[in-house]
């Protein structure tokens, strides 16, 4: 079983930026694909980024692309989503989630809420 806790969310204003972190226990970190996942209210949870356990391959949707960045430090048990150039869309609960491949996650954290205002 892996726990995943997530941190750093809140209220920025458009173009700001902010940095959220995942911490995960439980399992080799290393062994696990990690991504970044988000839900707006009355929308589906759509993935956001993802990062292998390497993390030599990333993977972002493409709304993100050029203002997010997915990192991990696996000596700290920990990824990363860092968050630039924020928009009000942007706005949303965000979930890390963990699992044994880029596309397959199975572990989720308990979701963190970014709120960007205009």
């Known amino acids: 079983q892996v726990q995943l806790v997530e941190s750093g969310g809140g209220l920025v204003q458009a173009g700001g930026s902010l940095r959220l972190s995942c911490a995960a226990s439980?399992?080799?970190?290393?062994?696990?694909?990690m991504g970044w996942f988000r839900q707006a209210p009355g929308k589906e949870r759509e993935f956001v980024a993802g990062?292998?356990?390497?993390?030599?391959?990333?993977l972002y949707t493409n709304s993100v692309k050029g203002r997010f960045t997915i990192s991990r430090d696996n000596a700290k048990n920990t990824v990363y989503l860092q968050m630039n150039s924020l928009k009000p869309e942007d706005t949303a609960v965000y979930y890390c989630?963990?699992?044994?491949?880029?596309?397959?996650?199975?572990?989720w954290g308990q979701g963190t809420q970014v709120t960007v205002s205009s």
């Open positions: 989630a963990g699992g044994v491949q880029m596309h397959v996650y199975v572990y």
């Open positions: 439980g399992r080799t970190f290393s062994s696990l694909a």
């Open positions: 990062i292998s356990g390497t993390g030599g391959s990333t």
